[in-house]
């Protein structure tokens, strides 16, 4: 099964940035649409953005405008830039297929705050 790593994760004030990186244990990543995830203490883990095979991307409501997703397929490496964070952005970071068709990584924790 895919496994990822996740990295880049921080302690940022608000309206800082941190860029987020996810490498894949497969050859075939370039096949798959890629997510990242957010899972914020004792809230349920929510989708963040995606990213086709092509590079189609979507974003919650709430990142919109300050994230933005890449791939590069030649690396097996997705990224997420994220701009001027937020507290509500507090949050342990995960990257997986769509369908969730990987094994869940470690991810990697960002803290907003002042």
């Known amino acids: 099964q895919v496994q990822f790593v996740e990295s880049g994760g921080g302690s940022v004030q608000p309206g800082g940035s941190l860029r987020l990186s996810c490498t894949a244990s497969?050859?075939?990543?370039?096949?798959?649409?890629m997510e990242w995830h957010r899972q914020a203490q004792g809230k349920q883990r929510e989708l963040v953005a995606r990213t086709t095979p092509d590079s189609i991307t979507n974003y919650a409501g709430s990142v919109k405008g300050r994230f933005t997703i890449s791939r590069d397929n030649a690396k097996n490496t997705m990224y997420l830039q994220m701009n001027n964070l937020k507290p509500e952005d507090t949050a342990v970071y995960y990257c997986?297929?769509?369908?969730?068709?990987?094994?869940w990584g470690q991810g990697t924790q960002v803290t907003v705050s002042s």
């Open positions: 997986n297929t769509e369908g969730s068709r990987g094994t």
């Open positions: 497969t050859s075939s990543f370039h096949l798959y649409t």
